[in-house]
Nanobody, 115 residues
Framework: QVQLVESGGGLVQPGGSLRLSCAAS????????MGWYRQAPGKQRELVAL???????NYGDSVKGRFTISRDNAKNTVYLQMNSLKPEDTAVYYC?????????WGQGTQVTVSS
């Protein structure tokens, strides 16, 4: 099993920044890739960003140029740096990890962008 714990969410004004962290524990060998998804009220969960152990990244169209995903393989931790935040970025952000084709999810962390 893989356990994922997110942190770093909160309330921020439009144009501000936040950094989310996701730490993996348990059966962490061969976790690849890791990433972030988000879900706003009444909407489907959508891809935010993914990163492989080799550093290859993939971003959702709505966050390209504003968000950056990174990964510390030694610490089994993935980060999401969010800049130029917009009200439409408001959502619960979920960490995701794959291991041998199986997917694992964290509990989520709330990000609210509002003035």
């Amino acid at each position: 099993q893989v356990q994922l714990v997110e942190s770093g969410g909160g309330l921020v004004q439009p144009g501000g920044s936040l950094r989310l962290s996701c730490a993996a524990s348990g059966s962490i060998f061969s976790i690849n890739p890791m990433g972030w998804y988000r879900q706003a009220p009444g909407k489907q969960r959508e891809l935010v960003a993914l990163i492989t152990s080799g550093g290859i990244t993939n971003y959702g169209d709505s966050v390209k140029g504003r968000f950056t995903i990174s990964r510390d393989n030694a610490k089994n931790t993935v980060y999401l740096q969010m800049n130029s935040l917009k009200p439409e970025d408001t959502a619960v952000y979920y960490c995701n990890a794959k291991r041998y084709g199986a997917g694992y999810w964290g509990q989520g962390t709330q990000v609210t962008v509002s003035s």
